[in-house]
T-cell receptor, first 112, second 117 residues
Framework: GNSVTQMEGPVTLSEEAFLTINCTYT??????LFWYVQYPGEGLQLLLK?????DKGSNKGFEATYRKETTSFHLEKGSVQVSDSAVYFC???????????FGQGTTLQVKP | KAGVTQTPRYLIKTRGQQVTLSCSPI?????VSWYQQTPGQGLQFLFE???????NKGNFPGRFSGRQFSNSRSEMNVSTLELGDSALYLC????????????????FGPGTRLTVL
């Protein structure tokens, strides 16, 4: 079945460091891929998305490229800020299931 | 435009009781999905409703049920609560569930945190 695997956290970085959170997926067909972010005490917010191979999603300095050959969608940011501290979820949507499938989430802590 | 609202935000129940959670989608959204979030299992899909009909269902026991009203508001019910049902329950709405193959962004509410004692 469809699944998403994320690197385990927590990830602790200093402000202005480079961020990479790995995400790989298993799916039949051509799923859409997403990164969601969850701040403490809040629901999930869509951070970025990509709907087909080689698409690059980007938002707020974050970016991720849909790599079909490696079934990956790694999240990157060149310079993290303390305000980026949150839990990040990689997810896929496959039209024939009608649901989002999430990875386990990666906690990011950015220290000043 | 108001976001997805969920009530109540916090609930404490005891084993064996039942509970009903409510979700009001964004105006104009007809699809509502429910997810359970726990530290051990992460985010898991419960079910999705569209036009008052359950269109998709996750792998949860029959104790978990839901419904959707004509105004698209949705409720989920958990009967005979177990300790393992303690979780954050998230509701998400979208314009359409996208089962035709195209994705319509799901907007999440803040969740209801259920604690079962």
């Amino acid at each position: 079945g469809n699944s998403v695997t994320q690197m385990e956290g927590p990830v602790t970085l200093s402000e202005e460091a480079f961020l990479t959170i790995n995400c790989t997926y298993t799916a039949t067909g051509y799923p859409s891929l997403f990164w969601y972010v969850q701040y403490p005490g809040e629901g999930l917010q869509l951070l970025l998305k990509a709907t087909k191979a080689d698409d690059k999603g980007s938002n707020k300095g974050f970016e991720a490229t849909y790599r079909k050959e490696t079934t990956s969608f790694h999240l990157e940011k060149g310079s993290v800020q303390v305000s980026d501290s949150a839990v990040y979820f990689c997810a896929l949507y496959s039209g024939n299931t009608g649901k989002l499938i999430f990875g386990q989430g990666t906690t990011l802590q950015v220290k000043p | 435009k108001a976001g997805v609202t969920q009530t109540p935000r916090y609930l404490i129940k005891t084993r064996g009781q039942q509970v009903t959670l409510s979700c009001s989608p964004i105006s104009g959204h007809r699809s509502v999905s429910w997810y359970q979030q726990t530290p051990g299992q992460g985010l898991q899909f419960l079910f999705e409703y569209f036009s008052e009909t359950q269109r998709n269902k996750g792998n949860f026991p029959g104790r978990f049920s839901g419904r959707q009203f004509s105004n698209s508001r949705s409720e989920m019910n958990v009967s005979t609560l177990e300790l393992g049902d303690s979780a954050l329950y998230l509701c998400a709405s979208s314009v359409d569930s996208g089962t035709s193959g195209s994705y319509n962004e799901q907007f999440f509410g803040p969740g209801t945190r259920l604690t079962v004692l």
